[in-house]
């Protein structure tokens, strides 16, 4: 789907933006009047946030914990948002068109910040978090809140692709370590299956959604390619020999028999459910995995069994995981920024940061809990993530990046399929881009 279709020429380019990427509503939602946030209620200000549900339940412990300090004051009211970010994104994108009622503070990803400040609903945060204080976060968690120069956003947690593996089965088969390429990976799993009745080899997330393009992204730049050219961010290089061996390497994860066909519509949950239940060999997947894994509800393995690493690659040097952070926003629509900010310092500060690290194995912004003894010992992909995260590689940044999404998902997704060689997906793909890519052009000029 090219942005061309639901364009109407007289729109500006933030108006366009409003009625675009999925084209929920018309423009004649455009001038509904911001009904604001939360209320106030029994003398507290009830402040709406707005985040996907936290298997590990360490963001309701937050919220309870900042309710019950400020008892009276403010009460947060947590929204549980689809855990697709894109579907998050369209239910926001649909609320906003119709004046983002109740909603105060959005937990956001770092491909939208771009969208939703140039669309106006994000705040702009240059006085309540200056250059000054951005210092103590890691550069890149900086940059995912950055737009136009200016901070809309707040660093909270950062994200990258790991690969998850059983120790024990890997030792049992003769293995001292985790794979550095994908062929490795390959008869490590072949060997593994045949010794030890694993019902699965490699599980990874490959539906058409947004998970899909961090994985199909990373097979690419694991083989050298790229999606568009990094010195030069409007031209499309997703045709290149690298970039479709790298595809051609996802694909014949499924002809191979090394990953399970349902691969083709598992997201992170389902990929996650299978290797916790044992199921499987080796898993792809973000940090957050890590925490349920020594969580007995959550899986049947033991911490012990289960090894964490960077990503393979074709040539062995480390993979690339994919740059995922997860900012705080307060929406523009809340009549309550200043309450919104006390739960947003809150959240991020030190003490709540090293505590999602240490329960929830999120991996921390801010730079010096990388140092922190208790954190190294304690959650070990943390350590890990400190080297991983020089090798992360972000999607591309642009206000458009939604329909640059939707059209790598589907390609992705038919490519892992067997419905279109990869060849054919990646030349389809740089049309749509390049495409996208114009019309984003015209849209600002
Ligand atoms: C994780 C990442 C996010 C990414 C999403 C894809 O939540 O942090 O950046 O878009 O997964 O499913």
Partial sequence: MGISRSRPKRLSRRDFLKVGGTGLAGAALLGAAGCGGGEQSGGATELYFTAPEDTTGTTSKLISQFNEMNKGKYKVIFQKGNSDTGQRLDKLRTQFQAGGENIDIILGDIIWTAELAESGWISDLSNRFPQSQQQAYLPGSVEAIIYNGKPYGMPWYTDT???????????????????????????MTTKVIADSDTRFGFLFQGARYEGGVCDGCEFIWSHGGNVLDPSDPTKVVIDSPQAIAGLETERSMITDRIAPEAVTVYKEDESAGVFLNGDGVFLRNWP??????????E????PEQVGVSELPSADGKPGNGTVGDQPLYISTSSKYPDAAWKFIEFLSAPEQQRFRALEGSFLPTRSDLYDDREIQDSVPVVALAKEALQHTRPRPVSPYYSD??????????????GDTPPEEAARTLKAALENIIEQGKEASS
């Fill in 299 to 302: 899986s049947k393995l033991k």
């Fill in 404 to 417: 640059m999404s939707l059209e790598m998902a589907e390609q992705f997704n038919a490519s892992l399929s």
């Fill in 161 to 187: 692709g790991l690969l998850y593996y059983r120790k024990d089965l890997l030792q049992n088969s003769g293995y001292k370590g985790p794979p550095k390429t994908w062929d490795e990976l390959k008869q």
């Fill in 288 to 297: 957050y995995v890590y925490a349920l894994v020594g969580d007995p509800a």
